[in-house]
């Protein structure tokens, strides 16, 4: 195998149930809201909550065109947020095909942390993702 077609290295990815409750907010509408939250850890990047999709408010949502690869998880969908005049593009992603070693994602979402207005954990307000 060529240098530029090299698999990539192995990556730590845990992931476990979140302690408490998730509630994330956007322009003052609750767009999830889930007592079945996951949260994936991957090395160095902050901390993601995956929220499953059936604890997702839809309404403000809609399928953009966006696609990304992760070769930890799979391709990723994304969508983007509308509530009255404000937005967020790209700012919900899943991976509906995750590979075998994250398979409970499948059926999740998850929110960027920077394109929401507010995060709850058990009813405390978080002020960044160290969760």
């Known amino acids: 195998m060529s240098a530029d077609k090299a698999a990539p290295p192995p990556r730590t ?53 966006r696609q990304s690869f992760c070769p930890y998880k799979g391709t990723a969908r994304y969508w983007s947020v509308r509530v ?17 070693t994250v398979a409970p994602i499948r059926d999740c979402v998850a929110f960027y942390w920077n394109k929401m207005d507010a995060w709850y954990l058990g009813g405390e307000r978080l002020s960044e993702p160290s969760f």
Not at 25 to 44: K, M, P, Q, W
């Open 13 to 65: 990815i845990t992931l476990e149930p979140a302690p408490a409750g998730v509630r994330i907010e956007f322009a003052g509408t609750v767009l999830a809201n889930s007592d079945r939250a996951l949260i994936l850890r991957e090395e160095s990047l902050p901390p993601a909550f995956y929220i499953p999709r059936e604890d997702v408010h839809w309404q403000a949502l809609s399928e953009s065109d």
């Open 84 to 100: 009255g005049d404000r937005a967020a593009e790209n700012a919900v992603w899943s991976y509906p095909q995750a590979i075998d």
